[in-house]
T-cell receptor, first 114, second 113 residues
Framework: QQQVKQSPQSLIVQKGGISIINCAYENTAFDYFPWYQQFPGKGPALLIA?????SEKKEGRFTISFNKSAKQFSLHIMDSQPGDSATYFC?????????????FGQGTTLQVKP | NAGVTQTPKFQVLKTGQSMTLQCAQD?????MSWYRQDPGMGLRLIHY???????DQGEVPNGYNVSRSTTEDFPLRLLSAAPSQTSVYFC????????????FGPGTRLTVL
């Protein structure tokens, strides 16, 4: 079963636009929600992460919005640039399990057109 | 620091052959894991380890074996390769407490004919 569901599968945005990727989770024990960015031919790398005690976290042009009651979280990329073209994965883990185990969403391929 | 290294980068196998994908990290991370990446399926956890001598199954463990004899190394073994195991394989590592950033290797692209 897929514990973290991500949408859309692909996204095309014009340069300067806002890119929005959504994720929903089922397990209420999840307490750590990172987003990873992956460029072609590379491994994923951590972009930004949030814990459920806050509703929003912003780092530069990247913002995570978190809705605990709806069990949803989303990544917003403001002023999207061609260099943001990549695959984005949301993920979730149970921090208190002390294992580091992450469950990933299906991924979203973002293309930012110049 | 080299971070997480994986070898080989590319591999072609015939059905039924066996091989080992190598993974090593030099960050003294307790947690190491193997994922496979397939189009539309995201990253699916195969096996993971929280320390030397300790391994456990992830979401898709069938057809794969792992062992963890040292903190640094976490090899993934395919005992009898099948075409369904054609995929890109990533190894990752992290600490188990506190900040949980997982560091990924560059991946191994495996084709099973």
């Amino acid at each position: 079963q897929q514990q973290v569901k991500q949408s859309p599968q692909s996204l095309i945005v014009q340069k300067g636009g806002i890119s929005i990727i959504n994720c929903a989770y089922e397990n209420t024990a999840f307490d750590y929600f990172p987003w990873y960015q992956q460029f072609p031919g590379k491994g994923p790398a951590l972009l930004i992460a949030i814990r459920p005690d806050v509703s929003e976290k912003k780092e530069g042009r990247f913002t995570i919005s978190f809705n605990k009651s709806a069990k949803q979280f989303s990544l917003h990329i403001m002023d999207s640039q061609p260099g943001d073209s990549a695959t984005y994965f949301c993920a979730a883990s149970i921090n208190s399990s002390n294992t580091g185990k992450l469950i990933f969403g299906q991924g979203t391929t973002l293309q930012v057109k110049p | 620091n080299a971070g997480v290294t994986q070898t080989p980068k590319f591999q072609v196998l015939k059905t039924g052959q066996s091989m080992t994908l190598q993974c090593a990290q030099d960050m003294n991370h307790e947690y190491m894991s193997w994922y496979r990446q397939d189009p539309g399926m995201g990253l699916r956890l195969i096996h993971y380890s929280v320390g030397a001598g300790i391994t456990d199954q992830g979401e898709v463990p069938n057809g794969y074996n792992v062992s963890r004899s040292t903190t640094e190394d976490f090899p993934l073994r395919l005992l009898s390769a099948a075409p369904s195991q054609t995929s890109v394989y990533f190894c990752a590592s992290s600490y188990t407490g506190g900040v949980r950033e997982q560091f990924f290797g560059p991946g191994t692209r495996l084709t099973v004919l």
